[in-house]
């Protein structure tokens, strides 16, 4: 299976920046798209950004503007740049990967285990 590592998480003040990393384990695999979300205690899973292969990416309104996300085509290495952090920003933040192996045409999104960004006042 892929693997995804995220670190870079932290406690931050408002006004502060993190980078976030995903470090993908792809043997076998081709990874199409790879993508940022985020968990705050008590709400749902939502979408943070999404890197397509040619590196365009697409953000969620509440962060648009403030965060960037890119992707290392070498490594399948994820970033999250997180400038003008805001308390609602706390969350748990999930890398995950769209992944197929080679010869398939279909794949399976993979998921890691979370990095804990806490912004405070």
């Known amino acids: 299976q892929v693997q995804l590592v995220e670190s870079g998480g932290g406690l931050v003040q408002t006004g502060g920046f993190l980078r976030l990393t995903c470090v993908g384990s792809r043997r076998g695999f081709i990874i199409d798209t790879m993508g940022w979300y985020r968990q705050a205690p008590g709400k749902q899973r939502e979408l943070v950004a999404i890197?397509?292969?040619?590196?365009?990416?697409k953000y969620g309104d509440s962060v648009q503007g403030r965060f960037a996300a890119s992707r290392d085509p070498g490594t399948d290495t994820a970033y999250l740049q997180m400038n003008l952090l805001k308390p609602e920003d706390t969350a748990v933040y999930y890398c995950?990967?769209?992944?197929?192996?080679?010869?398939?045409?279909?794949?399976?999104?993979?998921w890691g285990q979370g990095t804990q960004v806490i912004v405070s006042s």
């Open positions: 995950n990967a769209d992944a197929r192996r080679y010869g398939r045409s279909s794949g399976t999104v993979y």
């Open positions: 890197i397509n292969n040619d590196g365009s990416t």
